[in-house]
Nanobody, 124 residues
Framework: QVQLVESGGGLVQAGGSLRLSCAAS???????????MGWYRQAPGKQRELVAT???????VYADSVKGRFTISRDNAKITVNLQMNSLEPEDTAVYYC???????????????WGQGTQVTVSS
């Protein structure tokens, strides 16, 4: 099993910054066909949505709503992924979830792991 543990959420005023971190541990496949780590968020009454993802090679994808404000990064040696969030807006208020998905090169099996989530609240 793989565990993803998030940290760094909290309450911040609009225009402020927060940095989320996620560390993976457990039975992690080291040789993969593909591995993507990322952040998703879910606001009350809304569906979970992609915020940003990053591949093992460093390719990134961002939601249009966070481009230019958020930066995702990962450390493959430490198996961590971070999300630097600047110029936060009340609309960014949500529970943020860490995700790790991919395909093992050894077994050919896919995997899709989620963290428990961390609350980010942006006050106006």
């Amino acid at each position: 099993q793989v565990q993803l543990v998030e940290s760094g959420g909290g309450l911040v005023q609009a225009g402020g910054s927060l940095r989320l971190s996620c560390a993976a541990s457990g039975s992690i496949f080291s040789i993969v066909v593909t591995d993507v780590m990322g952040w998703y968020r879910q606001a009350p009454g809304k569906q979970r949505e992609l915020v940003a993802t990053i591949t093992k090679g460093g390719s990134t994808v961002y939601a249009d709503s966070v481009k230019g404000r958020f930066t995702i990064s990962r450390d493959n040696a430490k198996i961590t992924v971070n999300l630097q969030m600047n110029s936060l807006e009340p609309e960014d208020t949500a529970v943020y979830y860490c995700n790790k998905k991919g395909v093992s090169a050894i077994t050919g099996r896919g995997y899709d792991y989620w963290g428990q989530g961390t609350q980010v609240t942006v006050s106006s």
